[in-house]
């Protein structure tokens, strides 16, 4: 660190790390902070986006906080509640996250500013909303900095109170991330319309989402489709959600290329680009292509590079207990859980060269495609305006809440042309 920027980041570690980041790690030196402060910092740059990766093993952590040191980025470093809920298939979770983020900023010298979210926290039905008013709370006394609340495949108007009922335990310095518009679902792409429903009445009640993801075209997880991310359909809604300056959180990045990204970067106003699926495969070693999608051979196996992820050894194990368990595709994903143990207990060059891989895959993506690199002295910068790890929203309130009582959220959804109902993958 320059002089400067090291009297920047002793007083940003002062006053810029949240009370539960400060009550769980009294002496670190990472700095740590509010989802809403990495989104202020892209914004301040300009055209650009973060990586949210999805930490699926601790090795990903390893390499993604290198990556954004080398690159002097604000990041972010998630889970989602179906990769690390209570019913998870990774050994990160809710719960150990913010641990092993502060730990390896700690022994790493890691001084970027890291946000730590808790993403598709999943609310898919009406009974879903009394268990999470108990959960949320604890996932936030365990370190999280950020949430995204996600019932997004519900009817809008159950989507909306949803986000309504559960707002209240969630700190207000926190980020926020809300969704409209079914991920990998069967109900179409989101529209203006559903977005503006779904910011207009949170706004009515005095709740700023910092992010907003949408249904534009992308899917989570081995690509099921060409079609991509509709770079003009995102710009549309965010423009149309310009008066409540609300940024775009930008799913399922793998399997888009690089000048697609790049537009997502430049054209609308996304700050956050989540990336889950490549980060894992890179980490075993697995080939991918120029998109981050795994690359299969003749009988639609995956292809291991020799020499680089898991030793061989290892691999042809975790290959014989996924064919034992029928998993094929996607579902290996679910070898997280059982394998991480193993996993960390490879030989050390092993663990570094998985995490150099990733290192090296996502330094390309915030340098050379998200337009993110020196985004954390602006992340600093935010914290020392604001004079506190609490910035505040970007948003004031315009709407009348007199119009978005209950009954009128549910007439106003009623007029819209297309119901929805449950269907699709929308976790991670």
């Not at 996250?97 to 890291?114: F, K, M, S």
């Not at 690089?258 to 894992?280: F, G, P």
């Amino acid at each position: 660190m320059n002089v400067e920027y090291n009297k920047d980041f002793d007083r940003a570690l002062e006053i810029g790390r949240p009370p539960n980041i400060q009550r769980l790690f009294p002496n670190s030196k990472a700095l740590i902070v509010s989802g809403k402060v990495i989104d202020r910092a892209l914004l301040k740059k300009g055209k650009a986006m973060t990586i949210a990766a999805n930490a699926r093993n601790h090795i990903i952590i390893r390499g993604v906080v290198q990556a954004a040191q080398r690159a002097n980025a604000a990041i972010i470093i998630e889970i989602a509640r179906s990769e690390g809920g209570a019913n998870a298939y990774c050994a990160t979770n809710y719960w150990n996250l913010a641990r092993q983020v502060d730990q390896v900023c700690n022994e790493l010298g890691i001084t970027v500013p890291v946000a730590i979210h808790a993403d598709h926290y999943g609310i898919k039905k009406k009974e879903d909303i009394a268990p999470a008013k108990i959960e949320i709370p604890t996932i936030f006394e365990a370190g999280m900095t950020s949430i995204a609340i996600d019932a997004s495949h519900l009817p809008d108007d159950e989507n909306l109170l949803a986000n309504l009922e559960l707002n209240p335990f969630i700190p207000k310095w926190a980020g926020l991330e809300t969704e409209v518009g079914e991920i990998k679902g069967k109900e179409g792409l989101s529209t203006v319309e559903e977005a503006l429903f779904l910011i207009q009445g949170l706004n009515a009640h005095d709740i700023f989402p910092d992010w907003i993801a949408l249904n534009n075209g992308t899917t989570h997880g081995i690509q099921a489709s060409d079609q991509g991310i509709q770079v003009d359909l995102t710009a549309e809604i965010h423009e149309a959600l310009a008066p409540y300056k609300v940024s775009g959180a930008q799913h399922g990045t793998s399997g888009n290329n690089s000048e697609r990204l790049r537009q997502i970067a430049e054209r609308t106003r996304t700050t956050k680009a989540n990336v889950a699926t490549a980060l894992q495969m890179i980490s075993w070693g697995v080939r991918v292509d120029e998109y981050g999608n795994a690359v299969m051979d003749e009988n639609g196996e995956f292809i291991k590079l020799e020499g680089q992820g898991v030793t061989e050894e290892l691999w042809a194990e975790m290959k014989a207990y996924a064919e034992k368990q029928g998993w094929r595709g996607g579902n290996y994903k679910k070898l997280n859980l059982p394998f991480e143990n193993k996993i960390m207990g490879q030989p050390k060059e092993i663990r570094e060269r998985m995490a150099k891989a990733v290192e090296d895959f996502v330094y390309e993506l915030l340098t050379d495609v998200f337009n993110a690199s020196d985004t954390a002295p602006l992340a600093l910068e935010t914290i020392l305006e604001a004079g506190s790890y609490d910035i505040g929203p970007k948003a004031t309130r315009i709407e009348d809440p007199t119009e978005w009582t209950e009954e009128k959220i549910r007439q106003k959804a009623a007029a819209f042309k297309r119901p929805k109902g449950s269907s699709g993958n929308f976790d991670d």
